[in-house]
């Protein structure tokens, strides 16, 4: 069973940037679309970025588009978000997920396994 644990979150000028991590143990990734989601406080949770299982694919939510890239690194067995121009909108629990057959989802229902997320806080 994989597990994912997300780090690198922590509290943030808006306009700054933080590169959020997440390790994977007890499984590789390199068989998994790997995705991104949110959660602000009273909000449901939202798809934030999503990348395929060899990362040569990548899709991101209009709210995030050219501030926020997805990357993977296989050999490492991690995933990546790097955020820049950070907004206080963007506050939230950020997850770490992973998908069945490497393919790219923005609905939640498409992932499999989730980390239990790290805190991103935007003051303005």
Known sequence: QVQLVESGGGLVQAGGSLRLSC???????????????RQAP????????TISWRGGSTRYADSVKGRFFISRDN???SVYLQ???????????????ASL?????????????????????VSS
Do not use: H
């Open 101 to 121: 057959g490497g393919i790219l989802s923005m609905a939640t229902t498409g992932y499999r396994y989730w980390g239990q997320g790290t805190q991103v806080t």
């Open 42 to 49: 009273g909000k449901e949770r939202e798809f934030v970025a």
């Open 83 to 97: 955020m820049n121009g950070l907004k206080p909108e963007d506050t939230g629990v950020y997850y770490c997920a």
């Open 23 to 37: 390790a994977a143990s007890g499984g590789t990734l390199s068989s998994y679309g790997m995705g991104w989601f």
């Open 75 to 77: 050999d490492k067995n």
